[in-house]
Structure formats: C-alpha cells, structure tokens
T-cell receptor, first 112, second 112 residues
Framework: EAQVTQNPRYLITVTGKKLTVTCSQN?????MSWYRQDPGLGLRQIYY???????DKGDVPEGYKVSRKEKRNFPLILESPSPNQTSLYFC???????????FGNGTRLTVT | GENVEQHPSTLSVQEGDSAVIKCTYS??????FPWYKQELGKGPQLIID?????GEKKDQRIAVTLNKTAKHFSLHITETQPEDSAVYFC???????????FGKGTTLSVSS
C-alpha cells in the first residue's frame, strides 16, 4: 500500500532532550516536507526537500533540523526541544513539487 | 511571500444542503491550488486540485472554481452528507521550487 509512515504517533518529552521523528514513504517520491499544525494557525511548513541531499527552510524552521540521505526517508530532528514546539507534526511527500501531497497520520508531540 | 486567506473558519449545514468555502491568495504567480480534507486523527487528504489554466473542475459532488483575475478560488460541495464533516484546507503554490502555503482551515459540520 502506498503510504507515508511517521513514528512515533505520540511523544511526550522534556525540555532539552533531543528527539527524532521518522518519516518514510514507499512511493519513490522526490519531494518531501514537514509541517506543524497548531489550532488557529493551520499547517505551516518547517522544512522541505526537493530530492536526496537537497533540503531547504520553510516558514518556521527555527529549532528543527532535517536530513535527506535516502530518497524514502526524511527525519525531523529537534536538538533541544522547547515547550513552544508542542504541536501536531505531519510529514508529506509528492512525486514532484507541483503534484498532490500525500500526508502521514501525524505525530503529536508534547514538550514539558 | 504568498498569503492564503480562507473563509469561513466554521460552517454548519444541514444534510443535503450545499457548502461553499472560499480562499484568496496574494501571489499572482501562483498556479496550483489543491484542496485537502482532514478527518479526526488523520493527515490531510487531497480531494481536488486545479491549475491556473483551468477555470473550473468537478468531481462528483465537489467542484473547485478559480478566478485568477480576482485571485480567489472556491470549493463547492453539493448534497452534503454527514461524512463530509471534517476540516478543509485550501492551498496555493507560489512559484517553482517552493512549497504549498495553506489556509487556516474550515471546520465543516453536516447535521442530519
């Protein structure tokens, strides 16, 4: 089944403890992206990647890192999480930048 | 940069009625306009999209119209059903190499 898989679905952590949210797609998509969803703010892009080894900042990149070493994987790294990064995170992929985005089911992160 | 405004933020209709959600965008170079539906606990899912060389597109009960001169596009759902209840997001892609900019979402409630 074609899908975008994020793990974990739920994560509770403490301020400053490094964490990684994994994202994998099995559709051979070139384009991948991370979004955060907050009440009243909609979906805001954190980082995106046009292809392997090519990443760029979105609208809200501060406090996040990404890497794209393989086409299928696009992990999101929070080196030193803070409470304002408590949010619902979505990974998405598409064949190319102008084609339909496929979203994962989300990761709900709580930073205390 | 691109800004996408979406109205209304909430919409309640009776089953069988029509629902219309409107979005405006700021970047006249935008040329791809998708609509996503997000059900509770899931990631957004593409329901319909339109490109700038097309004025209207229809898929069964849903349709999207685009007015490039006025820089707005709308989602029309006819004969609404309770399973249409969800959050709907519009989006626009400003230019090649960048990403989708989402509206803040519309929560549609269809009561039977």
């Amino acid at each position: 089944e074609a899908q975008v898989t994020q793990n974990p679905r739920y994560l509770i952590t403490v301020t400053g403890k490094k964490l990684t949210v994994t994202c994998s797609q099995n559709m051979n998509h070139e384009y991948m992206s991370w979004y955060r969803q907050d009440p009243g703010l909609g979906l805001r892009q954190i980082y995106y990647s046009m292809n392997v080894e090519v990443t760029d900042k979105g609208d809200v990149p501060e406090g996040y890192k990404v890497s794209r070493k393989e086409k299928r994987n696009f992990p999101l790294i929070l080196e030193s999480p803070s409470p304002n990064q408590t949010s619902l995170y979505f990974c998405a992929s598409s064949l190319v930048v102008y084609s339909p985005l496929h979203f994962g089911n989300g990761t709900r992160l709580t930073v205390t | 940069g691109e800004n996408v405004e979406q109205h209304p933020s909430t919409l309640s209709v009776q089953e069988g009625d029509s629902a219309v959600i409107k979005c405006t965008y700021s970047d006249s170079a935008s040329n791809y306009f998708p609509w996503y539906k997000q059900e509770l606990g899931k990631g957004p899912q593409l329901i319909i999209d339109i490109r700038s060389n097309v004025g209207e597109k229809k898929d069964q009960r849903i349709a999207v119209t685009l007015n490039k001169t006025a820089k707005h596009f709308s989602l029309h759902i006819t004969e609404t059903q309770p399973e249409d209840s969800a959050v709907y997001f519009c989006a626009a892609t400003p230019q090649a190499g960048t990403a989708l900019i989402f509206g803040k979402g519309t929560t549609l409630s269809v009561s039977s």
